[in-house]
């Protein structure tokens, strides 16, 4: 019997055709060939999985089709179909360079304690060439101070191991925005990451129907991963006592905005969200 590919590549796609041909094509072109890819088609209509199978022939590529459920359950139907060790992600806007894989995979052997290993990026934003701002530093270790304040680590730069990734449940399908945030934090308030310096994939900008540019104030959604972490006494005093002061001074944001655009349930939410977070802090 032929075994599993060692990586399994997922990319979530809904109506972007033309980008996730590209996106495939970096995939398939990698220099890594152990791979499996995996196109979920999240209920689009402009018949990509034709496009895909006309574009490609590859039994390397499997699509599958689902009703539209939200990145997360298409991220995590495709990681279902993983069974070797690695799961990869990549955004159908996104693109990989050749040697991607291959540096990662060597990387997590020469790291077996790693959970996951992410890697440095180039952004093309509206047209033009750009590096990502300084607040995007990118770290290698125990990185889960670093991920407190907003998210560095690109879902498409990601490899994880997949005991890890099926263990802590994938990604959650109730966020509709900031799930890779969410993941990121359990993973790292447990596990050491790796971080590859060079510059692996090119992340496309600043063009229409990107998920962040839909969801305003998502600190609010910040504020549901970070009560994960906290509440979950698998984690460490430090870890969570670093998620609750967080909890604090995000919920204490969202606040305000709230109460100044004069939606005052949500804005009592946060405000009874801080006032607890400060009670949990006096208890670790």
Known sequence: MKPE????????TYNRREFVIKAAQSVLSQSFDDLRLVVVDDGGDD??????ASEFCDP???????????????RNAGARVAKGDFIAFLDSDDLWKPEKLAFQVRAMKENPEAALCYTGEVWFRRGKWANPC??????????????????????SSALIRRGEF???G?????LPCCE????????????????????????????????????????????????KVALDKSVSAANRRAALEFIVKKSAIVSAGAAKRGETSRAEVFA??????????STL
Do not use: M
């Open 5 to 12: 590919p060692a990586v399994t590549v997922v990319i979530p």
């Open 60 to 74: 390397r590529l499997v699509v599958i089709r689902q009703e539209n459920l939200g990145v997360s359950a298409a």
């Open 134 to 155: 300084s607040h995007h530093s990118k770290f290698t270790g125990d990185i889960f101070g670093k991920c407190l304040p907003l998210c560095i680590i690109s879902p």
């Open 180 to 227: 890779d945030y969410d993941l990121w934090l359990r993973i790292t308030a447990r596990h050491g990451v790796v971080f590859l310096e060079e510059k692996l994939i090119i992340k496309q900008n600043g063009h229409e129907g990107q998920l962040s540019a839909t969801h305003w104030a998502q600190d609010r959604y910040r504020v549901a991963a970070l009560w």
């Open 47 to 52: 018949l990509t999985p034709e496009a895909l």
């Open 170 to 174: 994938g990604f959650d399908e109730t």
């Open 166 to 168: 099926e263990a802590l």
């Open 272 to 281: 009874h969200s801080e006032r607890e977070a400060r009670k949990w802090l």
